[in-house]
């Protein structure tokens, strides 16, 4: 980084002079006016009754709808990143059947609408009326009835965590393969060990 002045052939200082750019502070001005504009149109439009707005904004069903977002949100995203970080080492793995079917698994929940996702969930009834869980060749094990597992909570939660983690796959699984070459030398010498050939 330069420090010193600019000097001429004589030795005289040259000043330094910011180039101005014109343009950019005419895109600037043009953008806040826009905003602006938009945000006037807005406020002041007589058919939004901001009072109205207020008092709903914070009614008891509005707040306790919030919460609810709030809680499957939570719960989408850790049940993605847990679902997510397991597909990205599947994803990995040298075993051709399991990275397989964790490719399968990512171009299929990345590749579906996750509105058409979310209403088969809720709609699993349909195909399946009952959940079993059973010992196989035996009668030992449990039902349930699949309307009253797959609440509208459960498959918001379970369509966008299964959602989230064919994403999460891909950014994790893109995470380890960007580590250098040497960092993997670095863990050998510090006595890591590589995955078991079945898995890594």
Known sequence: MRTEPFTGPDG????????????RLAAALVAVAVAGWLVYLFAANPRLHWGKVVEYLFNDRILAGVWVTIEISVLATVLGLVLGVAMAILRLSHNPVLSGLATLYIWFF???????????????????????????FTMIGLKWDTNEVMTGFTAAMLGLGLNLAAYFAETVRAGIQAVDHGQTEAAYALGMTPPPSGCG
């Not at 005289?12 to 343009?23: D, L």
């Not at 990345?110 to 059973?134: C, D, H, M, S």
């Open 12 to 23: 005289a200082r040259i000043p330094v002079v910011r180039t101005r750019h014109w343009g």
């Open 110 to 136: 990345r590749g579906t609408p996750v509105l058409v996702q979310l209403i088969f969930w809720y709609n699993l009834a349909f195909l399946f009326p009952e959940l079993v869980l059973k010992i196989p």
